[in-house]
């Protein structure tokens, strides 16, 4: 537990050095991050191979090297010419290497496929399996750059952060505290009933955390990067309420991203998708709950007409 708590506060304290710090000398939070997709996508790859498929890496690594330069110029558009070259690029390489340089695919008796044209081409769920990995979490991530290059980039970050990882923190220490009922047992045997209600109450705090540096305090202005400042300027009580829906929606979706990424993991026979955070896992370990609250970040500032 003490290596869990001493790796979260490194990495909230690199989180929070690049928002406030490296922004003031060209660099920004998003640019930092966006190298970690190749991770992300990396370990998703690992865990498709674990459990049996093979997503096809070339459009993996083609989508991960076009996906910073299509999203810093065309933002949202960015995000969607980004799966849109992953997802075309996968579809040539499984017709191409299914049907060029290789023996007839077909038996004597029903035309079918042959064992070595099967072992040597891609399958359908191989092709399947690439196109939810540039989904997830590679498009997925790419959001953060549209919501941080957005006129409240610095609020945005700090939502998508303040959040999920207060949802965490909250069911983590509230299920050891009261957790008797599980959850889920079936995806997540640690996971109870008290923890995600705690989950969801940390996710109203993350959010009103914010609320007050943002809103009501205007403490963050000191910042060069704060950008706007309110989420609807000019009514508090109004914005108060969208923060604390956020809140909930976001602690709701930031448990549901966490157990998918479980589920996923479970599936994969697998504890962990890395290693690299000591007692956290990987990348895709400490990314599934932000990766969730990603988009509804997103959709919040487009509707309001941030983005």
């Given at each position: 537990?003490?290596k ?22 060209y660099f920004?939070l ?7 997709v ?8 690992q ?7 093979r ?5 993996l ?20 010419l ?11 390489v ?16 029903e035309?079918?496929e ?15 399996a ?16 549209p ?5 409240a ?26 957790g008797?009922?599980?959850?889920c ?17 940390g ?14 305090s ?9 950008g ?5 300027p ?10 604390i ?48 609250m ?14």
């Amino acid at each position: 537990m003490l290596k869990r708590i001493v790796t979260a506060i490194a990495i909230l304290a690199v989180l929070f050095g690049c928002v406030f710090g490296l922004r003031s000398i060209y660099f920004q939070l998003a640019d930092i991050l966006t190298v970690l997709v190749f991770l992300g996508v990396f370990e998703m790859y690992q865990a498709f191979k674990r459990a049996g498929y093979r997503p096809i890496p070339s459009a993996l690594i083609l989508g991960c090297v076009v996906a910073f330069p299509l999203t810093y110029f065309f933002m949202a558009d960015g995000v969607m010419l980004t799966l849109a070259v992953t997802v075309v690029a996968a579809l040539i390489v499984f017709t191409l290497k299914h049907n060029l340089g290789e023996a007839k695919p077909q038996t004597e008796e029903e035309g079918g496929e042959t064992a070595d044209s099967v072992k040597k081409g891609y399958s359908l769920n191989d092709m399947f399996a690439t196109v939810f990995i540039g989904i997830y979490p590679l498009s997925l991530f790419m959001l953060f750059l549209p919501v941080n290059h957005s006129e409240a980039g610095l609020l945005g970050i700090m939502l998508v952060i303040a959040v999920p990882v207060m949802t965490d923190t909250m069911a983590y220490f509230t299920g050891m505290a009261l957790g008797k009922r599980k959850l889920c047992p079936q995806i997540s045997p640690k996971k109870t009933v008290a923890g995600a209600v705690g989950g969801v109450i940390g996710g109203i705090i993350g959010a009103l955390i914010v609320f007050f540096l943002f809103d009501f305090s205007s403490a963050m202005s000191v910042f060069p990067n704060a950008g706007s400042m309110e989420l609807i300027p000019g009514n508090l009580y109004g914005s108060l309420g969208l923060y604390i829906a956020l809140g909930i929606v976001g602690g709701v979706l930031s448990e549901l991203g966490d157990l998918a990424a479980s589920w996923i993991k479970r599936k994969a026979g697998i504890k962990d998708f890395g290693k690299i955070f000591p007692g956290h896992g990987g990348i895709m370990d400490r990314l599934d709950s932000i990766l969730f609250m990603l988009p509804l970040v997103y959709l919040v500032f487009a509707v309001s007409g941030i983005c």
